[in-house]
Nanobody, 117 residues
């Protein structure tokens, strides 16, 4: 089992920035993928960005150029720096850990990000 603890959500003005953090603990395997997804009420959960333990990353088109995902493998922590936020970024953000051995996803409880105009 893997536990994920998210932090950093909250209220931010349009055009502002926010940094989310997610710390993983438990049965951590050295090779894994961590990332962030988000869900807006009434819509499917969507990928924001993810990063492998080797440092390869990919982003949703909607956040490219204004979002950076990074990780500290020693701390089993992933970060999401989001800039130039707009109302469409308002969502619940979920941290994800993908266990490549057993092909299992683990999810955090989510953190709400609200962008005010």
């Amino acid at each position: 089992q893997v536990q994920l603890v998210e932090s950093g959500g909250g209220l931010v003005q349009a055009g502002g920035s926010l940094k989310l953090s997610c710390a993983a603990s438990g049965s951590i395997f050295g090779i894994n993928v961590m990332g962030w997804y988000r869900r807006v009420p009434g819509k499917e959960r969507e990928l924001v960005a993810r990063i492998t333990s080797g440092g390869s990353s990919n982003y949703a088109d909607s956040v490219k150029g204004r979002t950076t995902i990074s990780r500290d493998n020693a701390k089993n922590t992933v970060y999401l720096q989001m800039n130039s936020l707009n109302s469409e970024d308002t969502a619940v953000y979920y941290c994800n850990y993908y266990d490549v051995r057993y092909r299992v996803d683990y999810w955090g409880i989510g953190t709400l990000v609200t962008v005010s105009s």
